[in-house]
């Protein structure tokens, strides 16, 4: 019998929170917890898609472990070094991904769902060639955390913001593929203007 998805978290959280707890001034472990939310509010509202449950939340939460290894607390987080480092981080993710799944306790899990769930962390960033669904549904929910301003998470200034704004609509939000993800999206953007708006 299949652990339950709450067994699964129980161990991603013990296994990977930890060492997002001081990347990025705790940005990445805020993040993570809820990019897994926003994942299950897809895939509740979008069974038609047939997405592998275990597969996407095992991926979502190991989608950024890899910046734990490159960025620490207190470190300084321009866009440009934030841009930069998104090729090794997910290099590294995936590495440690893979030796986790390694864990007696995934052998529930196919050697096809293991190689899916590293492929999935392996790419997850790689804006322009993610083209399958399940690349597709866990970039929306990144995406969605992204733009998400309320939270815990700690908040850039007007200038990254702009960047990061003009990133999201040239490069993120046409690849979106579900009506609920489109639909928070847009609520989401509108409520990220409105406090940057603000500050000016």
Do not use: C
């Amino acid at each position: 019998m299949n652990p339950e998805v709450n067994e699964i978290e129980k161990l991603l959280v013990e296994k990977i929170l930890p060492d997002l707890e001081k990347s990025r001034g705790g940005f990445d472990k805020i993040h993570t917890i809820e990019v897994v939310e926003w994942l299950k509010k897809i895939m509740s509202r979008h069974s038609e898609l047939g997405l592998d449950e275990a597969v996407m939340i095992i991926a979502a939460y190991a989608h950024d472990w890899g910046y734990s290894d490159i960025f620490k607390e207190g470190e300084n987080m321009d866009f440009e070094k934030v841009e930069g480092a998104k090729a090794l981080h997910m290099e590294i993710g995936a590495k440690k991904l893979e030796q986790l799944l390694h864990d007696d306790f995934f052998d529930f899990l196919s050697e096809e769902q293991k190689a899916r769930a590293v492929h999935l962390v392996a790419v997850h960033d790689k804006k322009f060639e993610l083209k399958d669904t399940d690349e597709l549904v866990l970039m929306e929910a990144d995406m969605l955390s992204a733009l998400y301003i309320g939270g815990e998470k700690p908040k850039n200034d007007v200038v990254w913001n702009e960047k990061f704004m003009e990133a999201m609509k040239t490069t993120r939000l046409p690849k979106f593929i579900t009506e609920y993800g489109k639909h928070e999206a847009a609520r989401l953007m509108k409520e990220r203007e409105e406090y940057y708006d603000g500050l000016k």
